[in-house]
């Protein structure tokens, strides 16, 4: 499925505003590839593509990686391209992960949000484990931010903290503890300034808490795996991104109005 325009079109104007070099680029690159619809092999493929900015430099990579009986494909559902995480046995598990060269990592200096649009089709078993990772190198290096889908509910883990299971709340929507056939947004904020960090699923806060400052990631990871459980299901994942955080884009857009003010004052 193709990216929003308002993604694509935030992605834009914070090149705009911070420049065009790939030190300050939209956060990886905006992940090129996210939406699975263009750069990778026609059909069904694994998700093996590597994507490159108007100077020739590396923006990232799609790679991915499965065990017997499971598999990493993109694949149409829905009339759209999708990735596709699948296994039918246990101990089994199938990955796939976009890795940012150095240069297209998050910054350091302004808030960023990594999202994607999940869903799972479980055809028996119990719903093993679903995970949405972001990572600080490659696809084996520290795992800064993570949410974990399974019957339980939703774990999440931060920097230096041991996983959190998110129950689900009595009332609260069936899609809060398990992913469901239709496609629901999981993102993740930070500030790297503050250490400020929070989740959402499907519009609902995950987690808010304060930890580590200056984190930066360079590893956006989904991976289905049994854990022990038989769980013969498939995990979609599509429109996979990196943008400013959005409370960053109004401040630069406040300022562009303040200085096109001050300007105009100056003129009078």
């Known amino acids: 499925m193709k990216l929003a325009t308002k993604t694509a079109l935030t992605a834009a104007l914070f090149s705009l505003a911070v ?23 026609s059909g ?74 999940l869903a799972y089709q479980r055809t028996s078993g119990n719903g093993a484990n679903k995970a949405f990772r972001l990572r600080s190198g490659d696809q084996n290096s520290t795992v800064l931010f993570q949410m974990r889908f399974n019957f339980q509910g939703i774990w999440y883990a931060t920097p230096g903290q041991a996983e959190v299971l998110v129950a689900k709340p009595v009332g609260s929507p069936a899609n809060w503890s398990a992913l469901t056939v239709d496609m629901k947004r999981a993102a993740f904020h930070y500030d790297p300034i503050t250490g400020a960090a929070s989740g959402y699923f499907d519009g609902q806060e995950v987690f808010n808490v304060t930890t580590t400052t200056g984190l930066s990631v360079r590893n956006v990871q989904f991976s289905h795996y049994t854990g022990g459980d038989w769980d013969p299901g498939q995990f979609f994942v599509d429109n996979v991104y990196a943008v400013p955080e959005p409370a960053s884009m109004a401040l630069l857009g406040l300022g562009s109005v303040l200085m096109l003010a001050r300007r105009r004052r100056q003129m009078a």
């Open 19 to 41: 420049g065009t070099g790939a030190a300050h680029a939209a956060p990886m690159g905006g992940i090129p590839g996210g939406d699975f619809e263009s750069g990778f092999a």
């Open 44 to 117: 069904g493929t694994e998700p093996l593509a590597s994507f490159y900015d108007n100077d020739s430099n590396l923006i990232g990579q799609w790679n991915w990686a499965a065990s017997a009986n499971a598999s990493s494909t993109i694949v149409t559902r829905n009339d759209s391209k999708v990735l596709r995480l699948w296994q039918e046995w246990q101990p089994r598990s199938a990955h796939a992960w976009f890795t940012a060269s150095t240069a297209y990592a998050t910054p350091t200096d302004s808030p960023w949000e990594i999202g994607a649009d």
